[in-house]
């Protein structure tokens, strides 16, 4: 498993008690999803200019959230950040004592978190020589993303969803362009990923387990559910909170790969 947690956050000056309510929702998404994963625990909070910051370290979720580290970063959420991305590993590949192993894990351009194993890593990166800076099996799609990218420094799309045509294994991922903050791309592909979507605090929640989103968001009727068909990658406007393009995204999942060997 492997947990996927985090918070979209669409152009809005809110108010000091909003951003409590989100900081508490985003810090027990992270809570309930310990059970989907206790080997690391990682979050990245972005700002609307791209700077951001990666906390994340091998302990479970309850140790993380207790940390002064963790506290003093949910501290300066304030109106200039735009996303949250969080990660509850279940490690597959790679020791969890390495901190890039774990999530989120930042390549050149992407930063990101992903839910499932890919099984041909290593011939990925061996076929594209690609640099690796740790051994986690998922910095092959991050790596992916980064020589997908335009002329312009933006992602193509089409580039990278052929590229992980060749992957085999299981796949759900969200990912940020460093350079392009204003976009978040989210793969949902053969791993569960849900989303909530709260009009007044103009923000989507997400996880990977739905029990764990009604759960965060204490069951209140204002979450709306947004459901988002499988196997596709999605290019979310942040500030505005509109799906700006869906692609199809296809690769061989484990299963289809194991019947053939
Ligand atoms: N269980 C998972 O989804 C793990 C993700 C990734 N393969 C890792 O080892 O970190």
């Not at 990245?44 to 906390?55: E, P, T, V």
């Not at 209140?220 to 196997?231: A, G, N, S, Y």
């Amino acid at each position: 498993m492997c947990g996927q947690c985090g918070l979209i956050l669409g152009q809005k000056r809110r108010t000091r008690k909003e951003l409590e309510t989100l900081s508490s929702i985003f810090t027990n998404l992270l809570l309930l999803n310990e059970a989907r994963g206790r080997d690391a625990t990682g979050i990245y909070m972005g700002n609307k200019d791209g700077s951001g910051q990666i906390l994340k370290d091998a302990v479970p979720a309850n140790f993380f959230v207790k940390s002064a580290r963790f506290r003093e970063l949910m501290s300066s959420f304030d109106n200039s950040i735009s996303v949250f991305v969080g990660h509850t590993r279940w490690r597959t590949v790679g020791t969890p004592t390495v901190s890039f192993n774990n999530h989120p894990i930042e390549a050149d351009f992407f930063v990101g978190t992903h839910n499932g194993t890919i099984l041909n890593h290593k011939e990925l990166f061996f076929r594209y020589n690609w640099k690796r800076s740790g051994q986690v099996d998922s910095e092959a799609i991050f790596r992916m993303a980064d020589v997908s990218l335009g002329n312009n420094k933006l992602l193509n799309m089409e580039s990278f969803t052929g590229g992980l045509r060749e992957f085999i294994g299981t796949m759900s991922f969200i990912m940020q362009n460093k350079y392009d903050p204003a976009s978040l791309y989210i793969g949902i592909g053969n791993m569960p990923l849900h989303f909530l979507f709260h009009k007044k605090f103009r923000c989507y929640c997400y996880s990977s387990d739905p029990a764990m989103l009604v759960h965060a968001t204490g069951n209140m009727p204002d979450w709306k559910i947004v459901e988002l068909p499988k196997r596709k990658l999605y290019q979310f406007d942040v500030p505005t909170l509109k799906l700006r393009k869906s692609i199809s995204m296809l690769f061989c999942s484990s299963r289809a790969y194991q019947s053939l060997v």
